[in-house]
């Protein structure tokens, strides 16, 4: 009864938050999609999924899951996003929390919640695994699509004491789709930037040192340069 009541608050707030949501983006990709496209950020969609009580059992059964699937080794920056986005396609959120720290916080799009005052600036751990296990264990996501495309070259942030090991700090263009029924698509396609930090708490199967992510920033999406030219000018330089 309590699973059957979460899936309808949620539905609700999708639903309410629909009308907002166009405020993000653009509608643009809708035409290759047959039914209902809503456009907003990764933060907004995630912003959905606040609010509903999870208790500590149903996270403990999310955390679980894990060990039936094989990810990648954190132990690399670019192994936990590979990580990160695995367990999104797969709906796993307890391999998802995995690849983030005690000290984790998300921060959203300061446009977003210009748009909407009831947004936090930024929300811890806690926050974000209750949000996970509302959107991938209550039923009302189909099936994830996810691609991460990383922009230009980490960025190393020194330790602020001796000893203290550097974070890293990655930019990547995210395109995020999740499939509801009745043919609606939520759908977000901006940047992110991530810290990573040494996991002070774990070590890998060989003693390796593991990374996880202790900071996300939901930001606009990073633009590659474009030079525009005419087809027969392409073809000249391969002549």
């Not at 974000?128 to 991460?148: K, Y």
């Amino acid at each position: 009864m309590r699973r059957r009541l979460l899936l309808t608050c949620v539905t609700l707030m999708i639903l309410l938050a629909l009308g907002g949501a166009q405020a993000f983006g653009s509608n643009e990709g809708s035409a290759s999609y047959p039914g209902r496209v809503e456009d907003a950020t990764w933060g907004g969609l995630k912003a959905l999924c606040r609010g509903a009580a999870v208790s500590s059992d149903d996270m403990s059964r999310a955390r679980s899951t894990e060990s039936q699937v094989r990810y990648p080794i954190r132990d690399t920056p670019e192994h936990t996003l590979a990580k990160l986005v695995e367990a999104y396609i797969a709906m796993d959120a307890g391999a998802y929390i995995d690849c983030l720290s005690d000290t984790f916080t998300f921060w959203l799009n300061p446009e977003a919640v210009a748009i909407d005052p009831e947004l936090p600036d930024y929300w811890d751990l806690m926050s974000e695994e209750g949000i996970h296990w509302n959107m991938f264990d209550t039923g009302w996501i189909d099936s994830v699509e996810l691609t991460l495309t990383q922009y230009g070259d980490p960025v190393e942030i020194p330790g602020t004491t001796p000893g203290l090991r550097s974070s890293w700090e990655y930019q990547e263009n995210y395109h995020l789709r999740l499939h509801l029924p009745q043919a609606l698509l939520l759908w977000a396609r901006e940047g992110a930037v991530f810290r990573f930090t040494v996991d002070p708490d774990e070590v890998g199967p060989s003693g390796e040192e593991l990374w996880e992510i202790s900071r996300w920033s939901d930001v606009e999406g990073f633009d590659t340069p474009v030079e525009h030219t005419s087809w027969g000018r392409i073809k000249a330089l391969f002549r």
